[in-house]
C-alpha cells in the first residue's frame, strides 16, 4: 500500500526529494510520517505530518532543512531534504499511521502500530 521513491546518491550540501505513494485509502484521514535507518542504528523518526497537512513536526537534527508535505489528491507525501549531511545517509521509510490523523511525538511510535513502506535507500558523498 505505501511506495517510497526518489532516493539516490547525493553530494553533501545537495537536495534529494522522496515521494511515498499510498493506494487503496483516503489518505487524508491518517498522519503521515517518515523514518530512517542508518547502519548499525536503530530507526529513528525524520518527519510526521497530520492528515490535514496543517501541523508537521521535525527531528532536531532535519530542522530546517526538511521539509515534509502531502498531496491528498495524489495520495501521495513528499519529503524535502536539503543541505544533506553524510549523517543523513541511511534508508527512509514512509509509514502510514491508519490508528489517527494526528501526530505524536516521534520517539513514541510502535511499530507495529504503523503501516510501512519498503525503503529507499539515501547515500550522501561527502
Known amino acids: 500500500q505505501l511506495q517510497a521513491s526518489g532516493g539516490g546518491l547525493v553530494q553533501a550540501g545537495g537536495s534529494l526529494r522522496l515521494s511515498c505513494v499510498v493506494s487503496?485509502?483516503?489518505?487524508?484521514?491518517?498522519?503521515m510520517l517518515w523514518f530512517r535507518q542508518a547502519p548499525g542504528k536503530e530507526r529513528e523518526g525524520v518527519s510526521c505530518?497530520?492528515?490535514?497537512?496543517?501541523?508537521?513536526d521535525y527531528a532536531d537534527s532535519v530542522k530546517g532543512r526538511f521539509t515534509i508535505s502531502r498531496d491528498n489528491a495524489k495520495n501521495t507525501v513528499y519529503l524535502e531534504m536539503n543541505s544533506l549531511k553524510p549523517e543523513d545517509a541511511a534508508v527512509y521509510y514512509c509509514?502510514?499511521?491508519?490508528?489517527?490523523?494526528?501526530?505524536?511525538?516521534?520517539?513514541?511510535?510502535?511499530?507495529?502500530?504503523?503501516?510501512w513502506g519498503q525503503g529507499t535507500q539515501v547515500t550522501v558523498s561527502s
Open positions: 509509514a502510514a499511521d491508519f490508528l489517527s490523523d494526528k501526530c505524536n511525538d516521534l520517539g513514541s511510535y510502535i511499530d507495529n502500530s504503523l503501516e
Open positions: 487503496e485509502v483516503t489518505l487524508s484521514y491518517y498522519a
Open positions: 505530518i497530520t492528515g490535514s497537512g496543517g501541523n508537521t
